[in-house]
Structure formats: structure tokens, C-alpha cells
């Protein structure tokens, strides 16, 4: 037994079409501007509100015996870490006869390599007079430590050095002691053994001689280092301008701002999974997109566009009501306004033929608020409607937004038009608008895509076959009587037939 597929199943869509993501972030451009917009304003109140306290620098020149050309940075690094120390920050508190704690202090100053050589300290304080004597009293304090640290290294080479000389003097005085202890009337034996003790001692002179020298050079060089390791730049306060500070702050403020709106708006895209293209939305619905209006036209060109845009719609529409017996309808989906005005505008341009009645069925009151102009079609309520004339075309406008009666669109219209705003309702409720559509018999000519994105190039339009098949939603005539009064049951897409027994379904 063979089966027959009634319809094709559809490419796996992408887990995240990057195309769809940055339409939608770019349609939530008021978002992510207005966060952005909040933060630069934070960041100047923050600057002029929270000013950075008085802070004062002086520059420290280092000077150290393991100093190479190529050294990477290490040692200054381990300079500007030792000053993060506490005992440098006690030993400044103390010249300052202050009561804070190191750890306390040590949150107030910072230090900064500027060469290998070269040592900034920044610190802060309440005043610039404050400020200036703190950071010369950690200049002085590493200073002090600095120094300290070459003497003892250098007290401990000379140490380590004339420790080993005082060795090798015991080893010479034993030495001379069995010299001294020689006969001079001793056998060729002993005599071997005499020059060998002179040739020891004259080596152990030699080396204490060289162990006395080289302490005195690790002496020697340690005044240098001292002499070397200086402050260069006296302790003053640093200069803020405002305006600099401000122009800052509000940077760091509109980036961070920009960065959180756009992952708000990123986040909130992938969550909400609300179409915005036309492809995704014709695909969705099931039906293709016939027409497109902006939605808020800004320039005065754009709004001479909007309006050409508008009346080739309602020309379109009206070519369309013109080939049909039975009403059309227009149903909403997040633009309530602009299909009324699309739905007066079309009656106006069906009442140059005939008498026309608009039946309105939207929940709002876009049509039952508005204020009637001469020549303006009649508007009724949708349980007026069954009291409309035969001979009066009827055009209805009804909504198929969340909470909407579905058994009330048929009432409105036998063939319809959808009105969506692009981006307004998710994909799972554009498939309930299709479904229901299809079980209420409502045959949808196309939809009409308010507000769509301006560099949307995606193809909306669905085929049902080859190249020379039409588009999918117009591809159906006019319903024509059968029998008494019936019409016949208008063609459904493959999708949305149900098989009524066991048997179809086989």
C-alpha cells in the first residue's frame, strides 16, 4: 500500500537566524537608544554629582644592582607590588602619626610603572594639601624601604664573603702551624711535603686576599644604589578639568548603556520570537504578503510615498472586492488604526459604485469614536449586520489579536485580507490565526505588512507549484452559487485539511 504526501514538510529552520536577530534589534532601536541615552546621562551626573577626591603623584627614580637592558618589566612590577604592602603603608601612616589602619590606607594609593626604572604613586585625600603630604610620605617610605633592603642585601654578600675569608685564615694558620713543625734535617719525603704546604699556603693567601677585595666591592656599590634610588618629581596635586571628566564618565556611561540595551533587546528577540521579515511571516501564516505601508513615515517624502503606497493598496483591493459576489473583510493583527483607515479608504472607492456598508467588528473603538465626514460610508456594529441590504456591498473589519471571537470573523467576510504589523505577535500565534482561519472556511487573499523593515529584501511570496503557478492565497476564484443558495467550499492549503474518518487518513 503506497501513501501520498499532501504536502512537502519545510526546511529545518536555523536555531538562530542571525538575518531575524539584527532586524529585530534594529526595530528596537528606541530601546537600546534610550538605555543608552539614560547611561551617558548617568555617567555626567555622576561626574558632576560624585567628583574624584583631590589626588596628588610624584615619580620615584629606582635604581637597583640586578638592573639589565632587557629586562620586560619585572622588576618595576614587583616595585609597584611592594608598595601595595603594609608594611610601606604603616611605615608612611607613622611619618604621618595617623591611626588608620594599613589595609585601610592602602585603598587610598596606587602606584604605577611608568618605565623600568621610573615609579609614579598616586594618592588621595580629603584635601590637595592632604593628598600631597600622603604621597610624600609613601615616596619616603619606599624610599626608606628600598634603601634599607639594598644595605641588608649587601651586608649579607660582605657577610657571606669575609665568613668564607675567616675559613680560609684558620686553613692558613694550620697550614704555617705544620710548616713550623718541619725539621730542616727531614728526608726527601718530608722535604716533598714541605712544598707542598708553602704551595697550599701561598694558594690560600691568594684566595683571601680575593674574598677580602670582593667585599669590599659589594660595600662599595651600595652607596650608589642608594644615591640612585631618589624622588625626581616633588609630590604635587593633580590637575582635573571638569569638562574632560565629564566628557568621560558620559563615554564610559553611553557604552555601557548601548551594550546593556542591545543585550536586552538581543535577549528579548530570542524569547519573544516574534517575526519581523516578510519571508518568516508569509511562511507563518501561510499566505503570501500582496502589500507593504511604513508605519510612521517621518519626512515629507516618505510620507508622499506612504500615500502612493496607500492608494495602490486600496486600488488593489478594490480590483479584488469588484471580482467577488461574496464580502470581503479585513482583519488586524496589531494595527487596529491603519485598517480602518485601509478599510474607509476602500469603501470610499467602492461607493463611487454603489452603496456601502462598513461592519465594524474590531474590539476598539477606531471606528465607533471616529468623527463621520459628508460622503463618509455607513459604519454599523457587527450585530447590525445581518440587517445590511443585499444589494449594498458589505466590507467588514475585525481583529484576529488575542482574545478575538473566532466564530464572529465569518460574519465580518467569506474571503479576507490580513493587516499585520511585522514584529508584533509571535510565530505560535500567527500559526493559531492560520489554523483558526482555515477551521472557520475564511479563504486569505494575502497579507498586508504594516510597518515592515525598510531593508527587508526577503521574498514574501509563496508558490504552490512551478514557475507558472500564482502566488499562494490568490490563485483561488470567486466563489460561485451551488444548489440552493450554497456556495462551494472555497480550496484549503494541504496544511490545514483535517481528514475527517480513519479511512481518509489512510
Request: charged share 25%; with cysteine.
Amino acid at each position: 500500500m503506497t501513501t501520498r504526501a499532501t504536502a512537502e514538510s519545510p526546511a529545518a529552520a536555523p536555531l538562530l537566524d542571525l538575518h531575524s536577530l539584527v532586524v529585530a534589534v534594529r526595530r528596537r532601536r528606541r530601546l537600546w537608544g534610550s538605555l543608552a541615552l539614560l547611561g551617558m546621562v548617568l555617567g555626567a551626573a555622576v561626574a558632576v554629582l560624585l567628583p574624584a577626591p583631590p589626588t596628588a603623584m610624584t615619580k620615584v627614580l629606582v635604581a637597583r644592582q640586578e638592573d639589565q637592558p632587557n629586562d620586560p618589566g619585572t622588576l618595576i612590577r614587583t616595585d609597584v607590588a611592594l608598595l601595595q604592602t603594609t608594611r610601606i603603608a604603616g611605615d608612611a601612616l607613622k611619618a604621618l602619626k595617623s591611626p588608620e589602619k594599613p589595609e585601610d590606607f592602602m585603598k587610598e594609593y596606587e602606584g604605577l610603572g611608568l618605565t623600568n626604572n621610573l615609579l609614579q604613586i598616586n594618592a588621595r585625600g580629603d584635601s590637595e594639601a592632604e593628598a600631597v603630604t600622603r604621597v610624600k610620605a609613601l615616596a619616603d617610605a619606599f624610599v626608606a624601604d628600598h634603601v634599607r633592603r639594598i644595605q641588608q642585601a649587601a651586608n649579607a654578600d660582605a657577610k657571606a664573603l669575609l665568613d668564607q675569608r675567616d675559613r680560609l685564615k684558620d686553613e692558613l694558620a694550620q697550614v704555617n702551624k705544620e710548616i713550623g713543625d718541619e725539621s730542616p734535617t727531614s728526608a726527601p719525603k718530608a722535604s716533598a711535603n714541605t712544598e707542598s704546604l708553602f704551595s697550599r699556603r701561598a694558594e690560600l693567601t691568594s684566595r683571601i686576599s680575593d674574598f677580602s677585595q670582593r667585599a669590599e666591592q659589594a660595600r662599595i656599590g651600595t652607596p650608589r644604589l642608594i644615591a640612585g634610588t631618589q624622588i625626581v618629581d616633588d609630590p604635587r596635586p593633580v590637575e582635573r578639568s571638569l569638562l574632560k571628566t565629564l566628557a568621560k564618565d558620559a563615554g564610559i556611561g553611553l557604552v555601557l548603556g548601548l551594550a546593556l540595551g542591545l543585550a536586552v533587546a538581543a535577549v528579548g528577540t530570542v524569547v519573544a520570537d516574534r517575526p519581523v521579515l516578510r519571508r518568516e511571516i508569509a511562511a507563518h501564516l501561510g499566505v503570501s504578503v500582496i502589500a507593504e505601508l511604513p508605519g510612521r513615515p517621518g519626512s515629507r517624502w516618505r510620507r508622499r510615498r506612504a500615500r502612493a503606497a496607500r492608494t495602490r493598496l486600496t486600488a488593489s483591493l478594490a480590483r479584488t472586492a469588484r471580482g467577488s459576489a461574496e464580502p470581503m473583510s479585513l482583519l488586524e493583527l496589531g494595527c487596529a488604526r491603519g485598517a480602518s483607515v485601509i478599510a474607509l479608504d476602500l469603501a470610499w472607492v467602492l461607493g463611487e459604485e454603489g452603496p456601502v456598508v462598513v461592519v465594524d467588528g474590531l474590539p476598539g473603538p477606531e471606528l465607533a469614536d471616529r468623527r463621520p465626514r459628508p460622503g463618509d460610508p455607513t459604519v454599523v456594529g457587527l450585530e447590525r449586520a445581518a440587517t445590511v441590504a443585499h444589494q449594498e456591498r458589505r466590507i467588514g473589519v475585525g481583529s484576529v489579536a488575542p482574545g478575538a471571537a473566532w466564530t464572529d470573523l465569518p460574519y465580518l467576510g467569506t474571503r479576507t485580507v490580513l493587516v499585520v504589523r511585522a514584529g508584533h505577535e509571535s510565530a505560535a500565534w500567527l500559526h493559531t490565526v492560520a489554523r483558526q482561519l482555515a477551521d472557520q472556511r475564511i479563504l486569505v487573499l494575502g497579507v498586508v505588512l504594516i510597518d515592515p523593515d525598510p531593508r527587508d529584501r526577503t521574498d514574501g511570496t509563496l508558490w504552490d507549484g512551478g514557475p507558472s503557478a500564482a502566488p499562494r492565497g490568490q490563485n483561488e476564484g470567486p466563489a460561485r452559487p451551488n444548489g440552493a443558495g450554497r456556495r462551494q467550499r472555497e480550496r484549503l492549503p494541504a496544511w490545514a485539511t483535517v481528514p475527517e474518518n480513519d479511512q481518509e487518513a489512510r
